[in-house]
C-alpha cells in the first residue's frame, strides 16, 4: 500500500441497516429531547439530533409504545449513532421502518 493511503475500515455492523425518516422522543439525563432516525437495524441506528449528547452517554428512544434502552457510539455535529442495549427483534425493526408509511 502506498505511503499516506489507509484501508478502508471493515463495516462492524453485524445486521442489516434500514433507511427511515421517523420523529422520536430520545430522553438524556438533561430531559426529553426530539430528533429523527435516519437508519435502523436490529443493533442500533442513526439519528439527527441537535441536543448536547456526548459520545457515550446512555439514552432511551421513545416512539409510541417501544422504549429502546441505547448508548451513543459516535457523534459528529447533529448527527450521532446509538447500539442499543438490546438487540432488537426483526419485528420492532420492522415497525419502525414501516411506521414513516403510516404517517
Same mark, same amino acid.
Not at 48 to 68: K, N, R, T
Not at 90 to 99: C, N, Q
Given at each position: +500500500?502506498?505511503?499516506?493511503?489507509?484501508?478502508?475500515?471493515?463495516?462492524?455492523? /453485524? @445486521?442489516?441497516? /434500514?433507511? #427511515?425518516?421517523?420523529?422520536?422522543? #430520545? *430522553?438524556?439525563? #438533561? !430531559?426529553? %429531547?426530539?430528533?429523527?432516525?435516519?437508519?435502523? &437495524?436490529? /443493533? !442500533?441506528?442513526?439519528? %439527527?439530533?441537535?441536543?448536547?449528547? =456526548?459520545?457515550? *452517554? =446512555?439514552? +432511551?428512544?421513545?416512539? !409510541?409504545?417501544?422504549?429502546?434502552?441505547?448508548?451513543?457510539?459516535?457523534?459528529? *455535529?447533529?448527527?450521532?449513532?446509538?447500539?442499543?442495549?438490546?438487540?432488537? &427483534? !426483526? *419485528?420492532?425493526?420492522? =415497525?419502525? #421502518? @414501516?411506521?414513516?408509511?403510516?404517517?
Amino acid at each position: +500500500m502506498k505511503q499516506g493511503l489507509q484501508a478502508t475500515p471493515p463495516d462492524l455492523r /453485524s @445486521t442489516r441497516r /434500514s433507511k #427511515v425518516f421517523l420523529p422520536i422522543a #430520545v *430522553e438524556t439525563v #438533561v !430531559g426529553p %429531547h426530539r430528533a429523527h432516525l435516519l437508519d435502523i &437495524s436490529q /443493533s !442500533g441506528a442513526r439519528m %439527527h439530533v441537535d441536543a448536547a449528547i =456526548a459520545c457515550g *452517554e =446512555a439514552l +432511551m428512544l421513545h416512539w !409510541g409504545a417501544i422504549d429502546i434502552a441505547c448508548q451513543v457510539c459516535w457523534r459528529r *455535529e447533529l448527527f450521532c449513532g446509538v447500539r442499543f442495549d438490546e438487540q432488537l &427483534s !426483526g *419485528e420492532k425493526v420492522d =415497525a419502525l #421502518v @414501516t411506521a414513516k408509511n403510516d404517517a
